[in-house]
C-alpha cells in the first residue's frame, strides 16, 4: 500500500540553526500537510499546500516556517532558526483531491532543539 | 474544553472487554473522524462520521455522533492486545480549508493480554 514518507526519523540541532524536515507524499496525492506534536499534547495543524502554494496557515506557522515542492515528488518544511519550543514530532500529510477528507500521514520527523 | 477533547485521557483493560472512549467538540462540523498512533508513529485514519450520520460501523469498531451534544464516542469490541495505542478524533474546521482537522490529546488505550 503507498505511504507518505518522511527523513529523517530523528534531527537534532543547536538553537539558531537552520532545519528542512522532507516529505515524500502519496504519488496521485494533491493535497499536503503539516502538522505538529509536542511530546504529551495534541496534534496541532500547521499548514495546508495545494497547487503549489500554501492554502492555509495556523498561528504556530510564522515567518521561520516555509514549505516547498522542490520538484514533482518532495515536500519540505524549513525552520529557519530553530527555538527550543520546535522541538516536537513534525507529521506530513497528504489526501488525493478536495472530496476525499481522510489524511495519510508519514511516521513523523523527532526534531530535537538543543 | 477544546475543540477535539477526549476522554477518558488513559485507559486500560483486559484482552476481549470492550474500550470506549468519548470526543467532545465545540463547533460545527462537517465530519468526524478518529484516528490511531501506534507509540512513535504517524497516524492512521480509523474511520470517518458525517454530520448527518449517527452511528457507523467498520469491523470491530462503532462510531457514534451526537451533533446536538457536540460529541462523539469510539467503541472498541472485543480488544487485543494489537488494539493498545492513542486514539485521537478530529474535527474539520467547519467552513475552511479541507484537511485542517482540529485533534484532541487523545485517549491512551492499554489491552493487557
Known amino acids: 500500500e503507498p505511504e507518505v514518507t518522511q527523513t529523517p526519523s530523528h534531527q537534532v540541532t543547536q538553537m539558531g540553526q537552520e532545519v528542512i524536515l522532507r516529505c515524500v507524499p502519496i504519488s496521485n496525492h494533491l493535497y499536503f500537510y503539516w502538522y505538529r506534536q509536542i511530546l504529551g499534547q495534541k496534534v496541532e495543524f500547521l499548514v495546508s499546500?495545494?497547487?503549489?502554494?500554501?492554502?492555509?496557515k495556523s498561528e504556530i506557522f510564522d515567518d521561520q516556517f516555509s514549505v516547498e515542492r522542490p520538484d514533482g515528488s518532495n515536500f519540505t518544511l524549513k525552520i529557519r532558526s530553530t527555538k527550543l519550543e520546535d522541538s516536537a514530532m513534525y507529521f506530513c500529510?497528504?489526501?488525493?483531491?478536495?472530496?476525499?477528507?481522510?489524511?495519510?500521514f508519514g511516521s513523523g520527523t523527532q526534531l530535537s532543539v538543543l | 474544553s477544546q475543540q477535539g477533547e477526549e476522554d477518558p485521557q488513559a485507559l486500560s483493560i483486559q484482552e476481549g472487554e470492550n474500550a470506549t472512549m468519548n470526543c467532545s467538540y465545540k463547533t460545527s462540523i462537517n465530519n468526524l473522524q478518529w484516528y490511531r498512533q501506534n507509540s512513535g508513529r504517524g497516524l492512521v485514519h480509523l474511520i470517518l462520521?458525517?454530520?448527518?450520520?449517527r452511528e457507523k460501523h467498520s469491523g470491530r469498531l462503532r462510531v457514534t455522533l451526537d451533533t446536538s451534544k457536540k460529541s462523539s464516542s469510539l467503541l472498541i469490541t472485543a480488544s487485543r492486545a494489537a488494539d493498545t495505542a492513542s486514539y485521537f478524533c478530529?474535527?474539520?474546521?467547519?467552513?475552511?480549508?479541507?484537511?485542517?482537522?482540529?485533534f484532541g490529546k487523545g485517549t491512551k488505550l492499554s489491552v493487557k493480554p
Open positions: 500529510a497528504s489526501k488525493p483531491d478536495r472530496n476525499n477528507e481522510k489524511l495519510f
Open positions: 462520521i458525517r454530520s448527518n450520520e
Open positions: 478530529a474535527t474539520d474546521d467547519y467552513g475552511g480549508s479541507q484537511g485542517n482537522l482540529i
Open positions: 499546500f495545494y497547487n503549489n502554494e500554501i492554502s492555509e
